[in-house]
């Protein structure tokens, strides 16, 4: 095994507590800039993490937090077949996301200063300084999704956030049922999910460093994804942490061969882990558990 116990151990930690403060002081000062920006006082708004610092997952070189801004005031909605805004009691909403969207940049620019906001696809970085971490920020708005669970009532919807990125591509997703699928299976797996996703995230991060694998193609969040899709037994059932990873990725490399993964969903359960759009494929994500198996010398 490449790396010995006592290093897996160490890997499953979380951010140590000067990591935390600089995380917690980076999402104090986007909300201000939000709170204190005169165009955006006429909307609601909530400001929360996702990603990786949200679900506790992140490792000790990788601190970034990604930040979500959910426009609440107006948002967008998926109904039930053939109904439309009137059968909900819905009107049009007063304010487009790119006006949104721009709003959000302004008032991050007045807090943090021109030369360290820069506006990518997806997301609005925020570079770090030795007070605040780096910051990922998306300006989304409020998913209403009706359609999922054939719901004719107005107040009982799934909640999702949705949003466009410069490209002009639509993306949707469920951060909040994330965070709360994640922390029931960690509760399950009496800790060791999360423990087991930052070890998995290490040698991921490794292999990338070392030009092993696609660091692009195989993210950070496919891999917490694909731990996601183990079932509890496996991540409990071994006494050590190198029994734990050689079995998962065993186990992972077995399922899609034999196709048992045409289900697997990502954390959140709202959209399947494998599908056209995705930028990995089956055969490209089983190629890479091979690859780990072998990186770690089982």
Known sequence: MKYSEETLKIWTSPLSKTEEERVENTVRMIKNAVASYYKL???????FPQGS??????????????ICIMLTSTVFCEYVEGKTDKDYGYSSGSITYENYKSYIIEALKQKFGSGTVAVGNKCININANSYHVNADVVPVFQYRDFKIIKSLNPNNYIEGVKYFAKDGTTVINYPKDHIENGKRKNNETNYAYKKLVRIMKHIRNDMVD???IDGDKISSFLIECLVWNVPNNIIVGSGTWVETVQNVIAYLWNA???EEHKGWGEVSERLYLFHNSRKW??????DF?????NYLGY
């Open 289 to 293: 558990l091979l690859s780990m198996y």
């Open 210 to 212: 070392n030009n092993k």
């Open 281 to 286: 494929t089956e055969s490209e994500v089983k």
């Open 256 to 258: 899609i061969k034999n």
């Open 53 to 66: 610092y949200a679900n506790n997952t992140n490792v000790r070189n990788n601190s970034d937090v990604d």
């Open 41 to 47: 006082s006429g909307c609601t708004v909530e400001v």
